[in-house]
């Protein structure tokens, strides 16, 4: 039975994870009926609504009539997202007490199974323009956890696939909140008026895990992009700008500050590549004893300004004990303390081992 159920809740997971990443056009009618019932049930009319080609033209447009006071780096002061992320709360304690005890097991495998994993594959993309147009600081107001479709996809895989039953008025308003996220972007909620954000227009994700969670990455263009032009890049789930992706020369990444956004280049172009065309020394190199038939190499960075030379100044070319999803080694650098001299014995040290140690291993991932 649970093998059952636990089938049936990774395909409502996935069916939602299309949702949240849908470049369909918003569905404006059915947006904005069901955000005006969750007006009236905090107990206003109905707002007007001011749609947005994106969350970034949101954050910066304050809509006719707005205070500024209102504009949304003050979003934790807005008195409307506690009140609706209060009556999802409730709805959440309610669906709970139908669950506890006689579905409690079917709760947590579908709290696994869907809950978890598409918050994480959410928060990977589509909440990342939200996060760098807030600077980072988007998590203060807790709205966006409101609107995050995880909660839902919870409660619609229970009544689905592990048939639990909730009373008529619980699954209306269930289904509110459903068609809010079927049929939009981001929204924030004023009094008497409600701005509401297109869906982008391109999402390219990889599929990063066993558990198929997901994450941005595009190696040739943006891997989010909305209809006004705003887009992000994202190398394997690190945002990047776009120079990574279009034009990782090696003089942009002698210029880079960011640690992450040079490893990103550097991949991109591909560490046998970036060794060649950097001209980096080779100081030595020996079989792998973790990897049989493959080679490590140990180069020195100390000429190039890449890496904080206080600590790495050497990096270790290898390839990856296992095969990646389209057959193939990926090779891969690792930056390792300027004293090594020996390869084997950098291996081990990135694995917390001797060389020695390294040495006895059947094989290494």
């Known amino acids: 039975m649970s093998v059952l159920v636990q089938r049936e809740a990774a395909a409502i997971r996935e069916e939602w994870l299309g949702w949240a990443l849908s470049t369909l056009p918003a569905d404006r009618p059915a947006a904005e009926a ?10 206003l009319d109905p707002p007007r609504f001011h749609w947005v080609s994106s969350p970034v033209a949101a954050l910066a447009t304050v809509p006719p009539g707005v205070r500024p006071a209102e504009a949304v780096e003050r979003m934790a002061e807005w008195p409307l997202p506690p009140r609706f992320a209060a009556l999802m709360r409730q709805l ?13 097991p079917m709760d947590q495998l579908i709290r696994r199974e869907v809950r978890s994993s598409l918050s994480r594959s959410v928060d990977r993309t589509i909440h990342r323009p939200v996060e760098v147009a807030h600077d980072g600081s988007y998590r203060m107001s807790g709205w966006y956890g409101t609107l995050c479709a995880s909660w839902v996809a919870h409660y619609d895989a229970l009544r689905r696939a592990a048939g639990v039953v909730f009373t008529s008025e619980q699954t209306w308003r269930l289904d509110l909140w459903a068609t809010v996220m079927r049929s939009c972007g981001w929204w924030w909620p004023r009094e008497g008026v409600c701005v509401v954000s297109e869906r982008p227009v391109v999402v390219r994700t990889e599929v990063w895990d066993a558990a198929g969670e997901v994450r941005l990455h595009c190696p040739y263009g943006p891997a989010l992009r909305y209809a006004d032009g705003w887009d992000m890049h994202a190398w394997h789930g690190t945002t990047v700008p776009s120079w990574v992706i279009t034009d990782p020369s090696l003089e942009r990444i002698a210029r880079e500050e960011n640690v992450e956004v040079r490893r990103c280049a550097i991949e991109h ?3 046998a590549a970036y060794i060649d065309r950097a001209g980096l020394r080779l100081v030595a190199s020996a079989p792998d004893p973790g990897n049989p038939g493959t080679h490590l190499r140990l180069y020195d960075l100390t000429h190039l300004r890449l890496y904080d030379l206080r600590q790495e100044t050497r990096v270790l070319l290898a390839v990856n004990g296992s095969v990646e999803r389209d057959g193939r080694r990926r090779r891969y650098g690792l930056t390792v303390p300027g004293f090594f001299d020996d390869p ?8 917390g081992l001797s060389a020695e140690q390294y040495s006895l291993l059947v094989r290494r991932t």
Do not use: N
């Not at 069901?34 to 007006?39: D, F, M, N, R, V």
């Not at 959440?92 to 409690?104: A, P």
């Open 269 to 271: 172009i591909g560490w």
């Open 344 to 351: 084997v014995e950098a291996a081990g040290w990135t694995y």
């Open 34 to 43: 069901a955000i005006s019932e969750l007006y009236r049930l905090i107990g």
């Open 92 to 104: 959440c304690r309610e669906l709970d007490d139908r669950i506890r005890w006689v579905h409690q």
